[in-house]
């Protein structure tokens, strides 16, 4: 078992893809601070079940980023990353867009306040018991995910989007102990649950398992919820 703070220049090393400390007592504050002027290298970034806090714009600089797992932490503020690279601009830093290779988000188990601007290819996507309040709104770019979960949220508000309820990749979509709703009364969306035959989703720690919910507003989907 590993314990104290994470080095910044683990994070620095050029060619290091895979990063997974998940399961230890590494702890402190992962913070933008901290970053010096330029874009990283990983990949996968795995520090599940640990005692880290801090906010996720301390990963905005990992362009290459497809996987983040941050799982049963400390961290807080908005769950919102769009991923940039940096360079260095006379005495300063500038920050450019790049286009989003990140598939698969987790970051439940934290103390995150509320949902702010996520990339669209995400699609895997968990925030489950987060402490997030406000509206749901931020989830409509999700159009190509295929596993939603943001249960036991309470003070997460809205109508489910449109976007993701109609989507033909959705396949899981969790809500339980939250107050979204969907726009029609009654109606969530026209869902069936077949518990008959649980289905399996993912594989190794991102295995999960859940009975079918056959949903109304996409005929080839199964919803989970």
């Known amino acids: 078992t590993l314990s104290g ?39 996968v970034v795995d520090l599940k079940f640990n005692q880290l806090g801090g906010s996720l714009s301390f990963f905005q600089s990992f362009s290459e980023l497809t996987l983040l797992n941050i799982r049963q932490n400390a961290f807080n503020g908005s769950v919102e990353l769009l991923p940039t690279k940096a360079s260095p601009d006379g005495n300063g830093c500038a920050y450019s867009p790049v286009i989003s290779v990140l598939t698969h988000m987790d970051v439940s188990y934290n103390s995150f306040s509320e949902l702010g601007t996520l990339p669209s290819s995400v699609t895997t996507f968990t925030a489950a018991r987060c402490a997030l309040s406000g509206p749901v709104a931020p989830l409509g770019v999700l159009t190509s995910a295929s ?41 969530s969306p026209g869902l069936n649950l077949d518990s008959s035959e649980p289905q399996t989703f993912g594989t190794g720690d991102n295995r999960y398992e859940c009975p079918v919910v056959h949903s109304e507003a996409s005929e080839n989907a199964f919803l989970s919820i």
């Open 5 to 43: 703070t994470i080095p910044m220049t683990i994070f620095e090393m050029p060619k290091l893809k895979t990063l997974k400390l998940g399961g230890n007592l590494l702890q402190g504050e992962l913070l933008d601070s901290l970053h010096r002027c330029m874009s990283y290298s990983l990949s």
């Open 147 to 187: 596993f939603i979960d943001v249960h036991d949220n309470p003070n997460l508000t809205g109508e489910i989007p449109s976007e993701i309820a109609a989507s033909k990749f959705l396949l899981y979509l969790y809500v339980t102990n939250t107050s979204m709703q969907s726009a029609k009364v009654g109606y």
